[in-house]
């Protein structure tokens, strides 16, 4: 694989993502901000914005490259001269409650010497879940999605790239409360054995086409469903650890900051309302209290 092939790919799959979302809401179209790096590349941002289904939304692409910064190495634990990277990253924020926050990206990272010889390169990526209220069906369809994805390459990548989507997305400081309902997650997967970089780039491909199957239909289920103040409040809730985690733990906003990107992009998968009031606690009892415990107790969906 060249690293031309995946930047098409990724081209094209943001298109696709964004036609499909515009056609489900019906109202609302993507706004496109094309940007540059100083420093090296650039990208295009797309974002949606007060839709009839999409409160927010992002679909964003980036090549970018340059030298290897001394924040940069910290942060990743990395050694070299310079870097390449190129990535597909999403958010969707939704109006009605009732309807998760959905997260994705697919990414390809190489790493060169001081005399421009690639000595490094690896895949990550993955799709995550996150509902404020917990509907069972929906959290089985989006696994089963990405298992049917994973299982044309190995039968033993689901379970284990769930098990990282499950450690990965904690917000460790919140008593290990988890972000959502999980997913997959992997990252750092590099050629080796029989594992070429065709292999990874077909497995990421495979898993950035199921998106769309296994999020829309869960869009379409819940989108018209009625809710009231208090379950809006509980969505401000939700999202302020939504905002907690991306800001203190997610790797790919700490990279995109310490590699000196584009900040509106970056933060783009920032909701716009949410809400901190201090020691709230859901009613015992209750369906917010029922997705407080799946969050604490991940759980095997398939």
Known sequence: MKKEDFITYIQQLQTQICEALEVEDGVAKFESDLWERPGGGGGLT????NGRVFEKGGVNTSVVYGDVTPGMAQQLNIKGASFFACGISLVIHPVNPMTPTVHANFRYFELYDEKQIKVDSWFGGGSDLTPYYLFEEDAVHFHSTFKQACDQSDLAFFPKFKKHCDEYFVNKHRGNESRGIGGIFYDYLREEGNHSSDFWF????????????????????RRNLSFTKKNKYWQEIRRGRYVEFNLIHDRGTLFGLKSNGRTESIL??????????????????????????????PKDWV
């Open 46 to 49: 797309r974002v949606i914005q």
């Open 202 to 221: 077909e497995f990421s491909k495979a898993n950035g086409d199921a998106f769309i199957n296994a999020y829309l239909p869960i869009v379409q289920k």
């Open 268 to 297: 783009m998968s920032l909701p716009p309302r949410a809400r901190f009031n201090y020691n709230d606690a859901p009613e015992k009892g209750s369906e917010e209290e029922k997705l407080l415990n799946i969050l604490k107790n």
